[in-house]
Every structure is written in structure tokens, then in C-alpha cells.
């Protein structure tokens, strides 16, 4: 409990990163205090230390170097204190005739700090394209070779590191008094870092740069007028938003009829953005977009409400629609900025009728039913419980949203006390907690609640391991978890072998960005694969916090015999699966008023802030049938649509006829131009010109 508390106030991932982060830290006042004494064997010791804990960590990524830095002791000031504390031992050490000139090799080495770190930024932002691609052959444009990864990635740190010969030198004269040692070092010093900079400078020749902005769009230009996609899937947002744009990925690439394409607007997301063979423009400058030629585009499909997305909605040559990323009676879920679209497409007969008890001004004939491609992959339950396994039970609460309405999540009023009530209940249930990944990004509070889960997670697994019940299990299948987690270790690194190193080179990175078919087959099958590993490494009587894309929610779905959640699509996709769920009514406005307010508790086991009801929700998941599943069954299609046809076929046909709208208006429209006029008037004998005045 201690040890798990200390990681989240320090902002580690795990033990190991743990150890590194004390290591680091009392490296420091351990190296102050031997110079003191003084004593080079001790402070060559604490150096050490204090070299290696901050090298694991850069390699690990840890956060704990965010917080170091917000603390104003980042990774110059760190090297700077370090050598600081050298000149004290050597100023203790009654060698501070030497010291002075040391300090000046330490001054020319900072000095040389300033043109490296120029030279980096202005080389990334000559390597820096207009407009990120995957996908797309850049063949033509060219994009020359950039500098190699080991001259560029963590560049700082790496010329930082050139200060080893020169700490080396200063701490041999500081142990055997020999001055010539200091001198070599710092020379050595100085000459790794001009040499640094000289590998550097030709890379700002012409010929190894990429073309500049303006060449650059008239190239994507061409490509438009070439490819001619039809069809936009237009996303913007934060990074944590990712998965918005990745749930429609696959099924653009169904689309038969159509040539899709991807426009995102900000580069974090282009990062994250999941496997796919759909040609991909990352634009983050509103001028460039709108100055692109989107002519041959018709439909264009958004996940998300913001305000971004006026810079796609302004063409008039297509047709807009509003395709959210998630079906629910969420306040989100009627937004009166749907109005700015031509069509609403919503899953089943449950949004059409939403939008109409809203009155936001959205008209009944501008919204299409769809369904929801993406739950193809979902399992349907089979109402029979496992005879040798505990039930699972997944908690999935949405998170804060942008308002202190206390319905938006459970989190904060009912969090704790329906997972403690879960992993406290006398018929034992294994627990998956799933947050959203929004949650305490605006609310603090939920952020704590969320840690507090967290630990009560652990602590309850850590008693489950122990318990003699389960204890036996374990050890019967310790062999083949720990196979399956040897497994899933090679697959991580070999997939990471295969996957190209993402770096601040955006021109080769995009050059290079291609997802052949058989490679993205691939990359679905070692997903699929990983997922199946993951759950046979855990052991089905685990209790597990799962955070991070992987494994995906519905993945968890599939994993899960019943589900706790709030109102959110969450509950409207884990409805497909047909197996019982709980909603928490945390605004407190009883079960009926709750029912009423929100299609999809009807069919729910609904739980107050003290997690008062659970216990029906377990019976459920233990009996081999429960009284809503006629209910489930019935609202599952009013909620999703009808099973046939297929929601794929739906929503390509969707796609098909506002296409053909779109085109029709265009023709209308270039009908009735003036120039369309002038062309198709015919001169009368007399010379009076019958065309339209």
C-alpha cells in the first residue's frame, strides 16, 4: 500500500522505475556530502548512481522527469549541479588553483550548448512538412533522407552525455592530484561536442532538405486532383482523443464504393492514430486546409463536435454529417451544433427519437439509421455462467465531462463503494476496472478517486493471491500464464521491431509511413493474438486495473460477464453482447425518473450512490438467466437497429445515396452558373441572344 502510494505521489509506472527515480535523487546530497569530506572514491560512487537512475528513467520515459522538470530541476540543471558539485571536491581537495581553469572549460562547454540546440530546432523545422501523410506515395514530391536516428533522438540528453570525458578528468585529479588529467578530459570534452555539431551541418544543405511549404501543397494538390478521394473522415482533437477517429478506421476501409480518406488536424493525434491502409493527411494549419483542393470530395463524416470543424464544413461541393463516436442519452449525444450538418446518422430508431424530444432544430428527415458497424466484434453472451470460473464484472464509468452535473459520472459519488462492494461481495466476482481516458483531465477530485480505486484494486488482488481458494489455481497454472506472458513479451518486441521509429524527422516519418494490405492483415492478427495472451497470462480469478488503448474496451466486453457503467455508449455498445449490466443513477433522480430520462436504463439494473442494488446485478451474473433479458433483447435493436441488414452494408448505402446527393446539387449548381448560361444561349437570326438574362 505504502510502496503503491509513493509511486503515484512520484509519478513512476512501476518498481523498477521506482528504485531508479531514489537512486537518482540520493545521488545528489550523497555527492555533497563526500565532496565535503572530502572523498573522490565516495563521490565517484554517488556520481554513479546518480548517472544511471537518470539514464533508466530517459529510457523508460518516466514522468517522474516531467514533474522533475516543473520543479525546475530538469536535465541541464541536473548535469550543471552535478559538475558543480565536482569543482566542490576539487575546491575541498585544496586543488582550487586548477578549479579556475576548470571553470573555464565548463563555460566553453555550456557555451557550446546554445549553437547545438539552435541547429536542432531550426534542422526539425526545415524537416518539418506542411502536412503529415500516411499512406501516401511520396515519391515524386522528394523527401531526402534525414539525419540518422542517433544523431537526433534525445539529442540534448545525448550531448549532455559528452560532458563524460571531462567529469572523468576532473575526478582523476581530484584522487591522484595529477592536473593534466583535468586538461585531456575537458579538451576531449570540447571536441566531442564540436563534433557533434559538425556531423549536423550537412544536413542543411538543399539537396537534403525537404521542398518548402509552397511546393509542398502544390504537390498534395495534385495528389487530390489524381486520387480523388470521395469520401473524408475529418477528426480533430486531443491526444487522448485518439480513439474517436481509430472506431471508424475499419469501417472506411470496408467502404467498396468509395475512396476514403483521413484529414486529422493535429500531429499528436497522426501518432496514435491505429493501423490502417487508408491514406492519412495530418493538417494542422487552418489556411493550408482551406486553400486545399477538396473539390472531388462529397461526404464528409465527424466523430466529434469542435469547433475545428468549421474549416471542412465551409466547402460546399459535399455533404456533411455527424457521425459521433458513440450512441447514448448523453447531453452530448443532442448537441444543438448538430444542426450544421446535412445528416445525423445515428445507430438505431433511439437517436432519431432523442433528437426529436430535444427540439435542437434537427429535422427528422436529415437523420439516418445506420446502426454500429464496430460492434461486429462483439461476443454475444451465451446466459450460461461458467461452471468453473467466478464471474467477471466490468467497471467502465465515463468520465467528469465539461460540467459539475453530478450524472455525468459515477465516478466521483459511487466509484468506491460499488467496486469495494464488488471485490467485499460473499459470492466472489473477479473485477476489471476500465476508466475512460478523459478521466481527471478537468476535475481533480476524479483523479484521486481514480488512484483510490486503484489501490483498493490491488490491495483486494494481493488478497486474492493469498486466498487458499485461489491460491491452488494459481499454482496448478503457473506454467502456462507464465508461458503466455513470455509470449506476449516476444509479440510486444517484436511488433515494436516491426513498427518504424517515430521521431521529429516529419518528413522521412511521413515518406515512409506505409501500410501495405498484408502488413495491416498482419498487424490485426498479432492484435487478436496479444488480447488472447493477455487473458490467459492473467488468470481468470485476477481482479485488474486495465488502462491504456490495450486491450480494448471491447475486448473487455468480451472478457466480462456483466458490466457497471454510466450513462455513455458505453452501456449502448455492451447491449449488442446481451448480457446483464448495472447503471448508476448518480444525479439521484430514482429508479422510475431515471428509466424515463434515459433510453438505455431500461433494461438495467439501476444502483444509487451506495451501490444499493449490486447484489441483483450479481445474481444475474451468477443465475444462468435473469428477468431483463426479454427487456435487453427488445431494446437492444430500438438502441442499435436491427441485425439485418448487416450495419456495414447500412452504412456504405448511407454513404452511397448522400454521395449522389452531393453530386446532383453540384450539377444543379453548375447548371445554373453564368457561365452554364452564357454557354448554352443560342443567337436568334435577328442577333438577339434567348439566353437567361
Known sequence: MI?????????????????????MVVGYPLMLATALLPSAVGFAFAAVCSYLGDHFLHRRGSYVLVRFGKARLGLTIRFLIRQLLLLLLLIRSEL????????????????????????????RRKRRLPITTRNIDLSTLPVPDGPPRWLTYRAVEKVLHTEVPMFLGLLGVAATDEAALGYAGIAGTIALVLGYLLVLLPFFRARKLPPDPERTLEWFDGWLRTHRPTVALYFSGSKDSAYQVNMWLETLERLDDERPVVILRERAIMARLATTTLPV????????????????????????????????????????????HGDSDKIASINPFAKAYDEVWTAGRAGRDRYALADVGVRDEDIVEVGRPQLAGITAGTGQPSADH??????APTWEGWTDDPGNTSLLLAGENIVRRLLESERPVRVLYKPHPFTGTRDREAGVVHRRIVALIEEAAARRAADPRFAAEAERTAEERARAQAALDGLATAGAALTPAAGWDDASVSRDAQTPLDQAAGEERRLAERNELYWRALGWWQHRVVTGPEPRLFDCFNESDALVSDISSVVSDWIASGKPYAVTDSAG???DEFKRQNTAVRAAVVLTNEATGIDRLLDAAHAPADPLAAARTELRDYLLGPDEPPSQERFAAAVRDLATKAEARNLAQEATSPEAREATASPRPDGVNTGAV
Open 3 to 23: 510502496r503503491a502510494l509513493l509511486r503515484r505521489l512520484v509519478g513512476v509506472a512501476s518498481g523498477a522505475e521506482l528504485v531508479a527515480a531514489l537512486v
Open 96 to 123: 582550487a588553483d586548477e578549479a579556475v581553469f576548470y571553470v573555464a572549460g565548463l563555460l566553453v562547454f555550456y557555451g557550446l550548448q546554445a549553437p547545438h540546440t539552435g541547429l536542432v530546432m531550426v534542422l
Open 281 to 324: 493527411l495530418c493538417v494542422p494549419s487552418a489556411v493550408h486546409l482551406m486553400q486545399m483542393d477538396l473539390s472531388t470530395l462529397r461526404v464528409g463524416l465527424y466523430p466529434a463536435n469542435v469547433g475545428k470543424n468549421l474549416h471542412l464544413l465551409r466547402v460546399p461541393t459535399m455533404k456533411h454529417v455527424f457521425v459521433g
Open 390 to 395: 467466478v464471474p467477471t464484472v466490468l467497471y
Open 589 to 591: 433522480l430514482g429508479e
